[in-house]
């Protein structure tokens, strides 16, 4: 049994990682570290509650730590964890500098120990039928690919505080751009250059709420995006290709149903009801046929299942730091393109070995 301390429980570690932890075979919640709250062991029975990660990384019995603190703590805790020779899952983003990652990516392979970013949305269930579909080439050679992640939240929140501190990891463009550049690597892999225009739009915001992102490739474009400000928040991903296109509206619903839950029961989890399906259009004889596209089931046990395999050594990490670094420079690069109003050609050849 592989038993693991969570570094933080508000809402990363109790929404996401403590319940696919729970839920995962092999994997065991055996601490959690709470500064002031025991908000976790009302939840989980028998678990320990650590008030320092001096006193958590103390315990020996502990082999993985998952940290789930905010985000301009990760790259210290990632690698004190790393310094005393345990494994460790940070929570996106892995650091808020690509040279933090660099020197996390060097310290773990020194150790040889695991080092690996949660980016759970590979196994959302839009994501995942969208991967099926280019796979089976429905929609002919892809020209366009859009991916939002829009909402309406218009005022600024009055607790976490630090998600709107530019100085402490906050804005959207760490938060939910590192989700969707992440995506955009599995699907298309590195691009030739990088566009954005990042913003804040709300009143008072200092932090960035709003970008787009244009990533250019040889033979197509990535537009990805998100802002604080649009409702209804409808268009999740359009993808343009030479013989149809592919509309989804709507958000992967198992965050909001891991909300309520401590483990994952369910033996329908992930299933999309049918209104939520996207719909793929096909032009058929100067026609056109539209049919909706029933989605694979969208299932975030699977990271923790493929951490536990590699720890046991039968298989590799689900998602490597070399992923997190390759994301975080292209955001990197779009923060370079908002300011100089111009676009950036990607330099790959910093690139950690």
């Not at 804040?200 to 995006?225: H, K, M, P, Q, W």
């Not at 046929?289 to 050594?313: E, F, K, N, S």
């Amino acid at each position: 049994m592989i038993r693991v301390g969570l570094i933080g429980f508000g809402l990363a570690g109790r929404v996401f990682h403590a319940p696919l932890i729970s839920s995962v075979e092999g994997i065991e919640l055996a601490a959690v570290l709470e500064r002031a709250t025991n908000k976790a062991a009302e939840r989980y029975a028998g678990i320990v509650t650590y008030r320092s990660l001096d006193e958590m990384l103390g315990d020996r019995s502990l082999d993985l730590f998952v940290v789930a603190a905010p985000n301009g703590s990760h790259f210290d805790l990632a690698r004190r964890i790393l310094g005393t020779g345990r494994p460790v899952v940070v929570d996106k983003p892995l650091a808020i500098a690509s040279g933090q990652i660099t020197e996390l990516i060097h310290l773990a392979g020194e150790k040889n120990l695991l080092l690996a970013p949660f980016h759970n949305r590979r196994w959302d269930s839009d994501f995942q039928t969208i991967q099926k579909l280019l796979h089976e080439g429905s929609l002919g050679r892809l020209v366009e690919f859009e991916s939002r992640f829009d909402r309406w939240r218009p005022t600024l929140p009055s607790d976490r505080l630090w998600k709107v501190d530019p100085n402490s990891g906050g804005g959207a463009l760490l938060d939910l751009g590192s989700h969707l550049v992440d995506q955009a690597l599995v699907l298309f892999g590195k691009p030739l250059a990088v566009s954005a225009d990042v913003r804040s739009e709300r009143a008072g915001a200092t932090a960035n709420d709003s970008f787009e992102i244009r990533l250019r490739y040889s033979d197509s474009i990535v537009r990805l995006a998100s802002n604080s400000l649009t409702l209804p928040p409808l268009l999740r991903f359009h993808l343009r290709g030479t013989e149809g296109n592919y509309w989804k509206n709507g958000l992967d619903i198992q965050e909001v149903a891991l909300a309520r839950l401590t483990r994952i029961e369910d033996a329908n989890w992930g299933r999309e009801p049918a209104a939520n399906w996207g719909v793929l259009h096909v032009g058929i004889d100067g026609g056109e046929v539209a049919r909706p596209i029933a989605p694979i089931p969208g299932d975030y046990r699977q990271y923790y299942v493929g951490i536990r395999d590699a720890l046991l050594g039968s298989g590799p990490a689900p998602v490597s730091a070399i992923d997190a670094w390759r994301g975080l420079r292209i955001l990197e690069w779009a923060v370079e393109s908002s300011e100089k109003r111009r676009e950036i050609e990607c330099d790959w050849s910093g690139e950690p070995g």
